[in-house]
């Protein structure tokens, strides 16, 4: 892709090929950093910062929790002679933020450390901040740019800006599905839910399930494989359980409403009281919008949202066109018959082999 470097301008002054690929180098630097916060920065966007003086690392961090520390307060601590800080470059992948929250303004300790200028990755969506971090800096006489490995920085909080700009949660559809196209045999003789994908695609889905604010299933599903929909092969939190059950179908014996993760059931039934982690959130009798169920989810402030199940939920979601990702586990083996898996015609962004199962990866050209 040839670059239009017109774009990384200040007011006299713009970057150099020579220029920007050093930038470049430092910004990915931040994006690693940043990747580190994946599943515990929530609902704050991942953020990493480097701080260079004569070009040399003098210190670098990343958000690592939601109510700590951001990454230009990590970056900073890091620094061991804070003399060096006076005129340095600070790269950060997002705009540093101007307001005060769980934690003081990153642009105000920049402006007092007299930093020389700052480059960033894009600007922040979140209207607290959208711009008036950059404002402060330029204001304080500090050089700003903007828009190094843009692509790659509002990529990494896809979450973030799809929450803030579309007013609803990041949408990763999931399924597996056997070779000939079935996502559960006619019968369930042995166990429930009959296993297609192996081990450690099984894992896999526990490490999105940790990256993740909630996930969501159907009723039928609910009933049929009495999933816990937690996190128990891969370390981090389990994620907010939603299940759709608009006729007050689900057993109080269900593994969803015991209580070990906050759920959130969306019913038409009378009983719309909240206890034992179990919001019950009263909808009209008949068919749930996608896009007013998506909307429900965001004024609770859910960022992003796995559905796994069942096909005919999957398939809703698919044909709303209300989804972004959808991440499909192939197994090798044929059931010959049973339930058809959703279907999803578009070509796969990216293919990968977990031992026998193969992992295809969908983006949805329509959200892009």
Same mark, same amino acid.
């Given at each position: 892709? /040839?670059?239009?470097?017109?774009? =990384?301008?200040?007011?006299?002054?713009?970057?150099?090929?020579?220029? #920007?690929?050093?930038?470049?180098? #430092?910004?990915?630097?931040?994006?690693?950093?940043?990747?580190?916060?994946?599943?515990?920065?929530?609902?704050?966007?991942?953020?990493?910062?480097?701080?260079?003086?004569?070009?040399?690392?003098?210190?670098?961090? *990343? &958000?690592?929790?939601?109510?700590?520390? &951001?990454? $230009?307060?990590?970056?900073?601590?890091?620094?061991?002679?804070?003399?060096?800080? /006076?005129?340095?470059?600070? #790269?950060?992948?997002?705009?540093?933020?101007?307001? =005060? +929250?769980?934690?003081?303004? @990153?642009?105000?300790?920049? %402006?007092?450390?007299?930093? +020389?200028?700052?480059?960033?990755?894009?600007?922040?969506?979140?209207?607290?901040?959208?711009?008036?971090?950059?404002?402060?800096?330029?204001?304080?006489?500090?050089?700003?740019?903007?828009?190094? @490995?843009?692509?790659?920085?509002?990529?990494?909080?896809?979450?973030? =800006?799809? =929450?803030?700009?579309?007013?609803?949660?990041?949408?990763?559809?999931?399924?597996?599905?056997?070779?000939?196209?079935?996502?559960?045999?006619?019968?369930?003789?042995?166990?429930?839910?009959?296993?297609?994908?192996?081990?450690?695609?099984?894992? !896999?889905? &526990?490490?999105?399930?940790? $990256?993740?604010?909630? %996930?969501?299933?159907?009723? $039928?599903?609910?009933?049929?494989?009495?999933?816990?929909?937690?996190?128990?092969? *891969?370390?981090?939190?389990?994620?907010? !359980?939603?299940?759709?059950?608009?006729? +007050?179908?689900?057993?109080?014996?269900?593994?969803?409403?015991?209580?070990?993760?906050?759920?959130?059931?969306?019913?038409?039934?009378?009983?719309?009281?909240?206890?034992? &982690?179990?919001?019950?959130?009263?909808?009209?009798?008949?068919?749930?919008?996608?896009?007013?169920?998506?909307?429900?989810?965001?004024?609770?402030?859910?960022?992003?949202?796995?559905?796994? +199940?069942?096909?005919?939920?999957?398939? !809703?979601?698919?044909?709303?066109?209300? *989804?972004? $990702?959808?991440?499909?586990? %192939?197994?090798?083996?044929?059931? /010959?018959?049973?339930?058809?898996?959703?279907?999803?015609?578009?070509?796969?962004?990216?293919?990968?082999?977990?031992?026998?199962? !193969?992992?295809?990866?969908?983006?949805?050209?329509?959200?892009?």
């Amino acid at each position: 892709m /040839k670059l239009n470097y017109a774009f =990384f301008v200040s007011p006299t002054t713009a970057f150099s090929p020579t220029e #920007y690929n050093t930038h470049q180098a #430092y910004m990915k630097r931040c994006l690693s950093l940043a990747a580190l916060g994946l599943g515990t920065t929530g609902p704050n966007p991942m953020v990493g910062c480097v701080i260079v003086q004569d070009k040399t690392i003098i210190g670098e961090g *990343w &958000h690592q929790k939601a109510g700590e520390a &951001h990454a $230009e307060v990590q970056a900073v601590n890091s620094v061991k002679d804070k003399a060096l800080l /006076k005129g340095a470059t600070v #790269y950060v992948s997002l705009e540093p933020c101007s307001h =005060f +929250g769980k934690t003081p303004p @990153c642009a105000d300790l920049l %402006i007092r450390e007299q930093v +020389g200028r700052v480059i960033i990755g894009c600007t922040d969506p979140n209207p607290a901040v959208a711009g008036t971090g950059i404002k402060k800096l330029e204001a304080a006489g500090i050089e700003v740019f903007r828009g190094v @490995c843009e692509l790659e920085a509002r990529a990494l909080n896809k979450r973030f =800006f799809t =929450f803030h700009n579309k007013r609803r949660p990041f949408v990763i559809l999931k399924w597996a599905e056997s070779h000939d196209g079935y996502i559960a045999p006619a019968q369930k003789t042995q166990q429930a839910p009959v296993w297609i994908s192996n081990a450690l695609s099984r894992q !896999r889905t &526990h490490k999105w399930r940790a $990256e993740e604010s909630a %996930i969501l299933i159907g009723v $039928e599903t609910a009933l049929s494989d009495d999933p816990s929909l937690t996190t128990r092969d *891969w370390p981090g939190k389990s994620p907010v !359980r939603v299940v759709i059950d608009i006729n +007050g179908r689900l057993d109080e014996k269900l593994k969803v409403l015991d209580g070990s993760a906050p759920t959130i059931v969306f019913t038409a039934a009378e009983k719309t009281t909240t206890a034992n &982690h179990i919001d019950y959130i009263k909808v009209a009798a008949g068919e749930l919008p996608i896009n007013d169920l998506l909307r429900d989810l965001y004024d609770k402030g859910v960022q992003s949202l796995i559905v796994e +199940g069942g096909a005919s939920t999957l398939q !809703r979601f698919i044909d709303s066109g209300l *989804w972004d $990702e959808a991440r499909t586990f %192939i197994g090798p083996t044929d059931l /010959k018959s049973g339930l058809k898996a959703p279907v999803l015609d578009l070509e796969p962004s990216s293919a990968e082999s977990l031992h026998h199962d !193969r992992l295809l990866t969908y983006l949805n050209p329509q959200q892009l």
